[in-house]
Each structure stands twice: as C-alpha cells, then as structure tokens.
C-alpha cells in the first residue's frame, strides 16, 4: 500500500514538472531547435490544434507561476504532495480546456522542440496572446 501511493506521488510530480518543461520548452528560440525539421511536420496540426496549444501552453505557465511559491513555502511532503496534485489537476483541467487531451498537448510540445516552422507558429500565438 504505502509503495504504491508512493508511485502515484511520484507519478503525479514527474506529470507536473513534464507539464511545465514542456510549456517552458517553447521559450527555447527556434534557432535551437533541431535544424532539419521533418519536412511538412509543422502543418500535420492544424491552426486550431496550434492556437489550442498556445492558450493552453500559457495556462499551464500560470498554473506554474501561481503555484511553485505555494510548494516552496510548504512545511512537510504532504502539503507539497496536496499541492502538486492541486497544481496537477489545474495543468490538465487547462490543458482539456482548449479541447486537448494530455497525450495531444504533449505530442505537439514535442513536436515543436524539433520543428522551428512549429514553434514558431504556437509562439506566434503565444506573443499575440500576451
């Protein structure tokens, strides 16, 4: 009992902290990202996938910011335990929110760690958000 709530623990941080480097990856400039991109990878996701994906790139950044104060100021692994979770829940409640699920979302962050053509698109979106 007490592993297996371990590696759920465990599990929902390694969910987190995926989450917001993934988000955080789109900071990265595109002259970073790999330079032979797939050709034609960029436009396999439409404009609407990639307008999701800023928004909701940006609401998990949020979600971040609001709440990594919160972890540090914790006093005991339970509260940052019941913190994350919180964070977590928030993270896939924005993410679904833009009409993605966790594996798309993912997918696409990815994506545009490799794909320059990409990244910039989604931070072209981000830019006009903010």
Request: with cysteine; proline share 3%.
């Amino acid at each position: 009992m007490r592993a297996r709530q371990t590696d759920i623990r465990c599990g929902l941080h390694l969910l987190s902290v995926c989450l917001v480097a993934l988000a955080m990856a789109l900071f990265v400039p595109a002259t970073y990202a790999q330079s032979a991109s797939e050709p034609g990878s960029a436009g396999d996701f439409t404009q609407e996938e990639v307008q999701s994906v800023a928004r909701a790139s940006l609401a998990v950044e949020r979600v971040n910011e609001e709440w990594a104060p919160r972890v540090q100021e914790a006093t005991t692994q339970e509260e940052v335990n019941a913190i994350r979770r919180q964070a977590n829940t928030l993270m896939v409640e924005a993410i679904e929110a833009e009409g993605l699920d966790i594996n798309a979302y993912i997918e696409i962050i990815e994506m545009a760690q490799k794909d320059p053509e990409l990244n910039e698109r989604i931070m072209s979106h981000r830019e006009a958000l903010q």
